[in-house]
């Protein structure tokens, strides 16, 4: 990590996807740190013909990605989360002005704004795996924010399967820097929100991002500062990919739920910076 000029004013490129929790923390970052532009990634492009044929000739692909699909419309939270990020109206940016929208993160249009910015810290949420030159283009560092607690809970969908393992101590979120590998980068801190026995998986979720928004912003602060906070990941964890949840995972987490898994727990919001 470089640090950067101090004549310069510290600038920030956020890079997040679309839905409601993604622009809370775009939002939340253009309020307090000097953003100098917002990349949504809304996935518009329409798959290449390669992948269309390998997907209709392998059963066993398209049988999952189907499987997926359903189990998403089944999840549609979309109002309930905007409700709770944007209690007072519609889910937007603040600050239009600043968003680039783009089908995927790696676009070249993507890398032509970081040239043209050249910012110190390029602080993701919600894209798809980012890969070169992307990757190394930041001066100082790219931080993501990820939804689970590296590294035993890396991947996708971790809040449900913390309470699936029925661990609800080890939902929360993870601020790291970014390697070639998936939520491995060197930890910075862990946010993990107050749980209480009327939550539910998205709650939580949702209470988790709130909060690391503030973290967020305080990560930045520090930077400016020159203080960079961070620790290797010692262990490999547990990798959590998409297509490992099912309906019948579902089913039993909801019977957990329902029989008392969070009945006696109340846990206080817990920060933990890595040093």
Known sequence: MVKSDSK???????????????????????????VVGIVLEVGSRSPGLQKILKTIFRPHILYRKVRRLLLDRYLASGSDEERFFFAKGKAKLTQESLATRVGNINDKEVMDL???HQP???AVFGTSLIKEPLLSSAKQSMINLHGGLSPHYRGADCTFWALYNQEPDQVGCTLHYIDPGID????????????????SENSLFWKGVKESAKIYCELMDKLKTGRYP??????RGCLYQVKKRTMSH???LESSLENGLLEKVNLPTRIVWFK
Do not use: W
């Open 8 to 34: 310069k004013e510290f600038s920030v490129l956020v890079l997040c996807g679309g839905a409601p929790r993604h622009l809370y923390v775009a939002n939340t970052l253009a309020e307090a740190t000097n």
């Open 114 to 116: 970081v040239k043209k």
């Open 120 to 122: 110190d810290v390029i």
């Open 184 to 199: 491995t980068g060197m930890l910075i801190a862990h946010i993990s929100p107050e749980v209480t026995p009327d939550d």
């Open 230 to 235: 961070g620790k290797k990941q010692m262990e």
């Open 250 to 252: 579902q089913k039993k």
